[in-house]
């Protein structure tokens, strides 16, 4: 707590000074810092406050009842649980913001509605949470479902309860666009970048862009705007491309979508091997078979398991509700231990 401490006065000394806004981009991200680990430290302040009450109550044991101190002890241990667990968001960007992308994948009509059950379930994981959402692409598929959506989930550690989430998703239920009533097989893929400070240094070319205009369009192709506000942007050497339409100016659709293009190369670059850096193409996950990450079985039985940490939940309902925490937390337990 001392160096997080030292962390928070030289934060303070910054602030403070008088040239701090003159650079705009830098001081918005070190005030989110600043604010950050001020609660951060205000918590574990109010928790060592807390003990030294309850160690106070244990030497006066003969005049406190026994079911009170039971209590204090209990509540005092969620707590201490509860910030121990904030000790294993120790990424880089585990504190940023997140973008997440899902795309529908093997399974047809059944793989884009469970795309769009996926983008509710991360929804209301985020209004649980306390996290904003803005959906700042969707591609509408034409029967049912979504081809793919990209949503900004804001709010302090949204990549760091998150990044779990990063990988194939399967469903197995009983397909109710089947006729027959057959048991269906779907695949979504979820990709989950944090969202990057403004001052991160990514080295973008503009002669690397290839930036196109469109009509926005709606379900089924529909236009929904008399202008060309949508905007894909490719990175040429790698080949990523960005799509971004919900917005009605161009020029945020841009913004937007060279946000998504700056944590996609970052993305790459983290996890390229090194003797791999100059290939800036990296290998594409399909969704489909034998490459899941989770899977949700809803027919002939309940249940969801992640395959990467063996945890698994028969509580579906709770589950595709948003109720993801203890699949976050035995990830996250998982990867420390490594």
């Not at 996290?131 to 034409?142: N, P, Q, S, V, W």
């Not at 309860?161 to 097989?185: C, Q, Y």
């Not at 594409?284 to 989770?294: I, L, Y």
């Amino acid at each position: 707590m001392a160096k997080s401490q030292k962390i928070l006065t030289e934060l303070e000394q910054k602030i403070n000074a008088p040239d701090f806004w003159q650079n705009q981009a830098k001081a918005r991200e070190l005030s989110q810092q600043y604010e950050n680990l001020k609660k951060e430290l205000a918590l574990w302040q109010e928790l060592a406050d807390e003990t030294d009450d309850l160690a106070e109550l244990s030497e006066l044991a003969t005049s406190v009842d026994e079911p009170e101190l039971q209590e204090k002890y209990k509540a005092l241990e969620e707590k201490y649980q509860q910030l121990e667990f904030f000790l294993l968001f120790s990424g880089q960007y585990d504190k940023s913001s997140a973008i997440i992308s899902i795309h529908a994948g093997t399974g047809g009509v059944d793989a884009q509605d469970w795309a769009q059950m996926l983008l509710r379930m991360y929804l209301r994981f985020s209004e649980r949470h306390g996290f904003t959402t803005k959906i700042i692409d969707e591609t509408l598929a034409a029967e049912a479902g979504l081809k793919s959506v990209v949503v900004e989930i804001f709010g302090p550690y949204a990549y760091g309860w998150l990044k779990s989430e990063n990988g194939v998703h399967r469903l197995v239920r009983i397909s109710p666009f089947d006729a027959e009533k057959m048991r269906h097989t779907s695949f979504a893929l979820v990709e989950v970048l944090p969202e990057l400070p403004e001052t991160e240094a990514i080295e973008i070319k503009n002669e690397d862009l290839k930036i196109e205009v469109m009509r926005a369009s709606g379900h089924g192709g529909q236009s929904v705007n008399t202008t060309d506000s949508a905007v894909r942007i490719t990175h040429l050497p790698s080949d990523i491309a960005v799509k971004c339409q919900n917005e009605r100016s161009q020029l945020q659709n841009k913004n937007n979508a060279l946000k998504i293009i700056k944590a996609k190369l970052f993305d790459f670059y983290q996890q390229a091997d090194s003797d791999k850096k100059q290939k800036i193409k990296g290998e594409h996950r399909r969704a489909e078979w034998g490459n899941q990450a989770r899977s949700y079985v809803l027919q002939p039985y309940k249940l969801v398991k992640d395959h990467r940490t063996g945890y698994e939940s028969v509580e579906t309902a709770k589950v595709l509700d948003g109720e993801l925490d203890d699949f976050v937390k035995s990830y996250l337990l998982l990867k420390s231990a490594k």
